[in-house]
């Protein structure tokens, strides 16, 4: 996740606009999810805001943390793993 994010943050305009950053808002969103849902189970998820794209790096890590805090098993941490490797192909970063 943190090398997404750099990847990103080295990102020229260009290519956010084209699709990283939104691809990056995506994860985000889907991470702090994941964690509301951990955290707060039964409760109607609340959708992380778009920030704009050169927030997106931001978004990733600070999602990204809250999420690995509530992951509890290696299966979870690699399924994490995962998740964020396949949107950063995407986001072709």
């Known amino acids: 996740m943190e090398h997404f994010a750099d990847r990103l943050r080295a990102a020229p305009q260009s290519r956010l606009q084209r699709g990283a950053a939104a691809e990056a808002l995506g994860?985000?969103?889907?991470?702090a999810r994941r964690t509301q849902a951990v955290e707060e189970?039964?409760?109607e998820p609340r959708e992380m805001p778009d920030a704009g794209m050169f927030a997106a790096a931001d978004q990733i890590t600070?999602?990204?943390?809250?999420?690995?805090?509530?992951?509890?098993?290696?299966e979870q941490v690699a399924e994490a793993v995962a998740?964020?490797?396949e949107a950063r192909k995407r986001a072709g970063v």
Do not use: Q, S
């Open 83 to 85: 998740l964020v490797e």
């Open 41 to 43: 189970p039964g409760t």
């Open 62 to 74: 600070v999602a990204g943390h809250d999420f690995a805090l509530v992951l509890d098993t290696e």
């Open 27 to 31: 994860l985000a969103r889907e991470m």
